[in-house]
Nanobody, 120 residues
Framework: VQLVESGGGSVQPGGSLRLSCTASGFTFSFYDMSWYRQAPGKERELVATIRSAGTSTNYADSVKGRFTISRDNAKNTVYLTMNSLKPEDTAVYYC??????????????WGQGTQVTVSS
């Protein structure tokens, strides 16, 4: 099982980035996918989730209206499009896969993370 994130980097405030997470080793279309982030000295927090069929999404209040999560089940890939980036969005962004059971919520698959830095 692998989740490989890409697309991170450095950007100025107000800029945009698009993160990708490509999955392998499991049936991607069966899994809910999420993006989390962790800033230095802070706990990992949920950014956005998209359900397996792609019909339902939810977002942290801090990113609503600026970030969009989407998926392409044919490409085994989930995306996070980030617009109007702020310095407080600086973090390592992680991709997560799980299913709608208590066991999976406690034992998800995680990617290795990609760094996003927003600074002037």
């Amino acid at each position: 099982v692998q989740l490989v994130e890409s697309g991170g980097g450095s950007v100025q405030p107000g800029g945009s980035l698009r993160l990708s997470c490509t999955a392998s080793g499991f049936t991607f279309s069966f899994y809910d996918m999420s993006w989390y982030r962790q800033a230095p000295g802070k706990e990992r927090e949920l950014v956005a989730t998209i359900r397996s069929a792609g019909t339902s999404t939810n977002y942290a209040d801090s990113v609503k209206g600026r970030f969009t999560i989407s998926r392409d089940n044919a490409k085994n890939t989930v995306y996070l499009t980030m617009n109007s980036l702020k310095p407080e969005d600086t973090a390592v962004y992680y991709c997560r896969a799980d299913r709608d059971t208590s066991w999976w919520r406690k034992n998800p698959y995680w990617g290795q993370g990609t760094q996003v830095t927003v600074s002037s």
